[in-house]
């Protein structure tokens, strides 16, 4: 599914990510590279401080990593504009991926610190070590797990994911589908608009080449906000995104009244927990955690909250991504 690119660097990944409503997407991020400053988003747990295994009762503590015992903290990258999964509200960052998160950190006993930042910016700051972990709707794929580019260029280590959701692809449109647009065949000698660096992108592009002669334009953008923009003032006929997101932004902006999603899902997959792979201690201790709170009850009340228990895994694998 998918993925996006880094403005300060030259390394390109992609992961799937569900879309910002436009009216609360946080467009144009900044990298949590070294591009600019950061925006510090709600804690997903209460504030807590770390401790020694003797004084921390929670049922993984003692799984973590000593350094993150002693923090108390887990650094999470995130792109806050990709609702229902993850946005920012109220100046905090709320959503699908933060509700998990705060049920992980209570297994855990630590807390779950998210700071928003560009999406093609994210497996560098896991390279970096400015972040511990990413969830950002990050679609599970071979080529992040093996730090490939599209090409099947080496640019990276690759990193390791503990997959939580399952989602595929839905096609949005202006309300009302002016073009008849039901599929993406229907695409061919049109214009459509995608956020750049994503697999939704990538998936426009295999449809370009398909169409051959009877051309798709398309039109990438910084952030999704950017391409419903354009869709709902006519310059392209359809934005593509994860089926929970496309159809929240057609239930809430505007009332309900800008778009709607057409066509059946496609291009289902998995989306992860990103984690270095050189930390495989906290990547196996949040997999277990994963499947405490599913075993619990508490992951299926997450994603109730924002209507996509359809996307649901029965349990936590790593790297099952194709």
Do not use: H
């Not at 949590?32 to 950061?38: E, K, M, N, S």
């Amino acid at each position: 599914m998918t993925a996006r690119t880094t403005r300060c660097t030259t390394a390109k990944t992609r992961t799937s990510r569900l879309a910002a409503v436009a009216a609360i997407a946080v467009a144009g991020s900044v990298l949590l590279t070294a591009c600019g400053d950061q925006t510090e988003g709600g804690s997903a747990t209460p504030t807590k401080e770390g401790g020694s295994p003797s004084t921390n009762a929670a049922p993984l503590f003692s799984k973590l990593p000593a350094d993150i015992q002693k923090a108390g903290v887990i650094k999470v990258g995130t792109d806050a504009s990709y609702a229902p999964m993850e946005f920012t509200e109220g100046g905090k960052i709320v959503g699908v991926d933060p509700d998990i998160a705060a049920a992980l950190g209570k297994q855990l006993g630590v807390e779950f610190k998210f700071t928003s930042g560009t999406f093609d910016g994210l497996i560098t700051s896991i390279y970096t070590g400015r972040q511990d972990l990413i969830m950002s709707s990050m679609t599970d794929n071979k080529k992040r797990q093996e730090g490939l580019d599209d090409s099947g260029k080496k640019i990276g280590k690759g990193i390791d994911f503990v997959d939580y959701f399952s989602s595929g692809v839905s096609l949005l449109v202006k309300k009302g589908n002016p073009q008849g647009i039901n599929s993406l065949d229907d695409l061919c000698g049109k214009t459509v608009a995608v956020q750049r660096g994503t697999i939704y992108e990538d998936t426009f592009k295999a449809q370009a080449t398909k169409c051959g002669a009877n051309k798709l334009t398309i039109q990438a953008f910084d952030s999704d906000a950017e391409a419903q923009t354009r869709v709902k003032a006519g310059g392209a006929v359809a934005d593509l995104n994860d089926y929970p997101v496309a159809a929240y932004i057609a239930k809430t902006s505007g009332g309900g009244n800008d778009f709607e999603v057409v066509g059946s899902q496609s291009d289902v997959g998995l989306f992860g927990i990103g984690v270095s792979k050189e930390n495989t201690q906290l990547r196996d201790a949040v997999k277990e955690a994963l499947d405490a709170i599913i075993k619990d009850g508490t992951y299926a009340e997450a994603l109730k909250k924002w209507n996509v228990e359809g996307s649901a895994v029965k349990s936590a694998t790593i790297n099952a991504g194709k």
